[in-house]
């Protein structure tokens, strides 16, 4: 498939959702280009698999598609983006019936190999947390979301993401001790 | 800010992000967008076919309802037999000559209650 120009390369990003807001294409896929990284990441640190995080993702972006022509405020379209990440993620785990486990740490091993490394590491780490657990946390430490937000970003009362973070952050500590000690 | 923000946990975090900015990817969302549009577009064109052809089915209809619509309006309510009396006063001595009326004194009414 031809790629576009990048005609939106030092745009502000606010300027590009708008026009994107209005039905531009190439507008769309220049902020296709510049969040996908972000996106993808955000969903295989949730999900582990980097083949599932990448459907994922590209559903997000179909329904941003979608769902752009109402988005209010340009500028808080990464905002935007992520509750429709957190949301696509959570429909994913009503849909695997994976909710059922999420009072219990078990211990599950990371699906797909990632390459070596921090990543594949830190993966394997999140892995034995339940998935809305692993949500929490992923939002808390990567995305640096307060507790209301994540509370209201998820629908779970805000006293079980508290909760849900303290216990994965300490089970993170814990398996990822050797990488503490190197951090001065 | 939350109580657990933990400092090299967020370091971790960082040092996994991979620069994930292979065009196949991007391809393929736009790919699946285009599809969408020309869905969207194609639905948008059966629609309005869908209107057009229904408006052309009852367009006889609606007219013959227009038209009687427009023949009750004009009767007179009070049979006058002089006919240039019944010119002068057709205006108000017909169906849509008193629904005004009464319109214009509900309004008036309206106004003097609520005003």
Redo the contacts between chains.
Sequence with gaps: ?S?PPDRYGDSPEALVVALARGGD?DA??AL??RR??WL??LMR?CCGDPGLA?DL??QV??QA??KIPHLRRPASFGPWLRRLAVNTWLQHLRASDALRGADTLDDVDAATPE?P???MD??RALATLPDVVRLCV?L???D????GEIADGTHLPLGTV?SH??RG?QR??RL?AA??EE?P | MTDDRDLALQALFADAERPLTDTAFADAVMSRVDRRRRRTRSARICLGLALALGAWLIAPTLQAVAHLATQAVTLPLVPLDNPLLAQVLAPVNSIAGAGALGLAGLWHACRSIFA
């Design positions: 498939m790629r294409r769309f896929a296709v280009a996908q990284s993808r990441n640190r990448d993702a590209q972006f179909l598609w979608r390459p490394g921090v990543a830190l993966d992923v808390s430490h990567r640096g979301m307060t507790h508290k973070i303290r952050t993170l500590r990822l990488y503490r951090t």
